[in-house]
């Protein structure tokens, strides 16, 4: 659990460090250029869904993967690592809310004390780091509604899967959404291409490559690793400590400061977090698939 906490908690300052030089259609392209290939060997012998599926997986793979992903890409360019990092763990309390809409669970007067807590966090953090020591470390309202958008298509994103998971296996769903998701950027990470300036540096490559392998593949396979070995609850909380080390990664890598009003941001989001997914009778496939992209 600290292993994975440590991989997910770096992913936003890492694509911070990758979007330095490439634009973010692209860094996502290349991103999911390295994970789709390792998913479908992982996958292989066990690829086969209905066809009936086919539509579902598609619409998955472009909600989660090409507007989550990009919109994650665009955020990050738009704020400094430490509130992209914060606001991409609000992503459980967009899971609640969906999970109360698409599968009826019920929410309990604490998640929506926990909701407004956590957003009024998010509007501290945004304040506290607003003005930032170079292009790195500033933070924009663009960026931060970027991050919302992210936030919520990715929370979509894991309760549909969830859906699509336990009627057709983890990995193939995993695999295919990928897939299709890949295959609709890969348009637009043309466009991009042709008319923006970009420069593919080693640290391009190695953060393309981070992301595919370690956060999104060996990210998946360790995090169903965990829910095989401990209770979904306690799998869970690995999102509380996914900030702690993406915050401090960014304070070292970027100089981001770290004020009072930053850190009663911090504080008002991880309670909002703790307060809107607690659940006693949280549905383990819920849990299970509250993963970080």
């Excluded at 009024?120 to 953090?125: F, K, P, T």
């Excluded at 990470?189 to 370690?214: C, N, R």
Aim: with cysteine; net charge positive; proline share 5%.
């Amino acid at each position: 659990m600290l292993l994975l906490a440590v991989m997910w908690g770096l992913s936003i300052p890492i694509t911070k460090l990758g979007l330095a030089t490439v634009p973010p259609l692209m860094f996502t392209a290349m991103r999911f250029l390295v994970a789709v290939p390792l998913l479908l060997l992982l996958s292989r012998g066990q690829l086969r869904v209905p066809l009936k599926a086919v539509p579902s997986v598609i619409a998955l793979g472009v909600m989660g993967i090409t507007l989550g992903n990009v919109a994650q890409s665009f955020g990050v360019q738009g704020t400094s690592a430490s509130v992209g990092t914060l606001i991409s763990a609000t992503i459980p309390i967009f899971i609640v809310i969906f999970a109360a809409i698409r599968l009826g669970q019920s929410v309990a007067g604490r998640h929506w004390v926990g909701l407004l807590a956590a957003f009024g966090g998010i509007a501290l953090v945004a304040v506290g780091s607003g003005s930032g020591v170079d292009d790195l470390s500033k933070t924009t309202m663009t960026g931060v509604v970027w991050m919302l958008i992210s936030a919520v298509a990715i929370a979509f994103y894991y309760i549909w899967s969830a859906e699509l998971a336990d009627k057709y296996g983890t990995l193939p769903v995993a695999a295919w959404n990928a897939c299709a998701g890949l295959v609709a950027i890969l348009p637009l990470a043309g466009w991009e291409m042709a008319h923006l300036p970009f420069q593919i540096t080693a640290q391009v490559l190695w953060t393309a490559a981070y992301l595919g392998v370690l956060v999104t593949v060996a990210g998946l396979l360790l995090w169903l690793h965990i829910l095989r070995a401990v209770p979904a609850r306690v799998a869970a909380s690995v999102q509380y400590l996914q900030p702690v080390f993406g915050i401090a990664a960014a304070s070292f890598l970027f100089g981001d400061h770290l004020g009072p009003t930053f850190a009663a941001g911090v504080i008002l989001i991880l309670a909002g977090l703790a307060m809107a997914v607690s659940n006693k009778r949280r549905s383990p496939k819920l849990s299970e698939h509250m993963n970080k992209a």
